[in-house]
C-alpha cells in the first residue's frame, strides 16, 4: 500500500523557518520525482516545488524561488522542504506526492499545516 506521511509543519512568526518532512512507502521511492504543493485556505491547490528521482534537478514556484528548498535522502524514502523566511501567504496545507506510472493519477499524502502569523 501507497503511504505518504507530511509532518514538520506548525505555527511560525514572519520571517522564520520551518522544514517539512514527508516519508514514503510502498513505491520505488529512490525513482520517483515528487513534489510539494499547496492549499491555501479558501484557495485552490497551487504548485510549490518539483525534485526529480536523483535529487539533482529541483523547480520552484517564483512565489517561493529564494526562500524555498527541496531536497531528499533516497537511502531513507524522505522528501524535505525547507522554508526560509516565511511570509503569512505561505500559510496553508503542505502536500507531497508523486505521479503513479501507471495509471498518471496523483498520488498524495494527508497533508501539514503550516500557519505563518504573528
Known amino acids: 500500500q501507497v503511504v505518504l506521511v507530511e509532518s514538520g509543519g506548525g505555527l511560525v512568526q514572519p520571517g522564520g523557518s520551518l522544514r517539512l518532512s514527508c516519508t514514503g512507502a510502498g513505491f520505488t521511492f529512490f525513482t520517483t520525482a515528487m513534489s510539494w504543493i499547496r492549499q491555501a485556505p479558501g484557495k485552490g491547490l497551487e504548485w510549490v516545488s518539483d525534485?526529480?528521482?536523483?535529487?539533482?534537478?529541483?523547480y520552484y514556484a517564483d512565489s517561493v524561488k529564494g526562500r524555498f528548498t527541496i531536497s531528499r535522502d533516497n537511502a531513507i524514502n524522505t522528501l524535505y522542504l525547507q522554508m526560509n523566511n516565511l511570509k503569512p501567504e505561505d500559510t496553508a496545507i503542505y502536500y507531497c506526492?508523486?505521479?503513479?506510472?501507471?495509471?498518471?493519477?496523483?498520488?498524495w499524502g494527508q497533508g501539514t499545516h503550516v500557519t505563518v502569523s504573528s
Open positions: 506526492n508523486y505521479i503513479r506510472p501507471l495509471d498518471f493519477s496523483l498520488i
Open positions: 525534485i526529480d528521482s536523483g535529487g539533482t534537478r529541483t
